[in-house]
């Protein structure tokens, strides 16, 4: 990691946590393969150092296993591990014990790591961007996510929309055509397809995606079920557009395994545990000629700028999340006509708003 570099602190100062249930409301239930939903259920943490407080975020979507209970007791289980470490520039070590504390909990990880990156950037008076060695005029544009819906409030969703460059659609299998030529009769912007492991038979999948290859699609994400690599190898073989995972790779360890079986790879801090793993992702990715997506759940802009500080470094983003929410905790980075604009604040960029 660029920049980060070892600085060692007065004894005695500790690295101290604390974290708050929260609940995020969609504007519009917000349907995808999944099922319906019209919140999500997130924590937000603090990690205080010499007086500097990091911001950290956890989301979880129902379908990845954790919840409130889960992510509090998570939390609550490694508070001494962090509260014993004197120097938050300790990174590298730190985010191992807590990954190695316990498996799974990705979104608790993640909100250790993003705001361990956010104490870090404000302790250097730097942005993470900058740590990182990215440049800020290379951010991505986000996609602006449209999930299924009637035509008419597909309309509306494309209305809300209109500054962004690119739509994400979600799509299951059901009235997919039709969805697609509706989005059609109203705009001809760039679509990337987001189907959710929704599509079943390999033969009709790869008829389908021949039939989207004529429509302005970008690529298509998560066609089949996330363990049926022997059907997505065969895809890979054969589909005029690139296919991107997401379900199916969630941390780096899953990337090597699947290179024969997608073009690209959607990577999310809550599911590979944060910043630092995700930029390890990116790096192997470059490595194994995949293609990258950093995408989000339906986050505050707390994880969203955390994320947004790795895009420049992406291919795409999908980074609409706390603008699909009513109650956003957090004034972070902003989209200019869709292009993801990082600030030079120090650390992730972000500032709680009042009243939260
Ligand atoms: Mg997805």
Redesign the pocket.
């Known amino acids: 990691m660029g920049g980060i570099s070892l600085i060692t602190f007065v004894e005695n100062i500790h690295l101290k946590l604390s974290f708050k249930p929260n609940t995020l409301y969609f504007k519009r239930p917000f349907k995808i393969a999944h099922g319906v939903r019209t919140s999500t259920p997130i924590v937000i943490i603090e990690l205080e150092h010499e007086g500097i407080i990091g911001y950290g975020e956890a989301s979880m979507p129902p379908y990845l296993g954790e919840s409130h209970e889960t992510v509090l007791a998570f939390l609550k289980n490694v508070s001494f591990l962090l509260e014993k470490h004197k120097d938050p520039f300790q990174i590298e070590s730190i985010l191992m014990e807590i990954d190695l504390f316990a498996p799974n909990n990705s979104a608790a990880k993640a909100s250790i790591d993003i705001a361990l990156h956010d104490l870090i950037g404000k302790l250097k008076n730097k942005p993470c961007w900058q740590l990182f060695d990215a440049d800020k005029n290379n951010a991505s544009f986000t996609t602006y996510t449209l999930g299924m819906d009637e035509p008419e409030a597909i309309k509306q969703k494309i209305e809300d929309g209109k500054d962004f460059k690119i739509l994400k659609v979600k799509l299951n299998g059901e009235n997919d055509k039709a969805i697609i030529n509706n989005i059609r009769s109203i705009t001809n912007k760039p679509i990337a397809i987001?189907v959710?492991q929704g599509w079943k038979n390999k033969e009709d999948v790869l008829e389908m995606i021949y039939w989207l290859s004529e429509k302005n699609v970008l690529f298509i994400?998560?066609a089949l079920a996330k363990h049926n690599l022997e059907d997505a190898h065969w895809l890979f073989e054969r589909s005029p557009l690139p296919l991107y995972a997401?379900e199916s790779i969630q941390r780096y360890n899953d990337m090597d395994r699947m290179k024969d079986c997608f073009h690209g790879i959607?990577i999310k801090l809550m599911k590979c545990t944060g910043m630092h793993e995700a930029f390890k992702m990116i790096k192997r990715a470059r490595e194994l000629n995949l293609k990258v997506l950093i995408?989000c759940m339906s986050e505050t802009s707390c994880a969203i700028s955390a994320a947004a500080q790795l895009s420049p470094f992406a291919d795409y983003a999908d980074l609409d999340g706390a603008l699909l929410i009513n109650n956003n905790l957090f004034d972070g980075i902003t989209f200019i006509e869709g292009k993801i604009t990082l600030n030079d604040m120090p650390g992730i960029g972000v500032v709680p708003k009042e009243n939260n």
Do not use: A, F, S, V
């Open positions: 987001d959710n994400e998560q997401d959607n995408g």
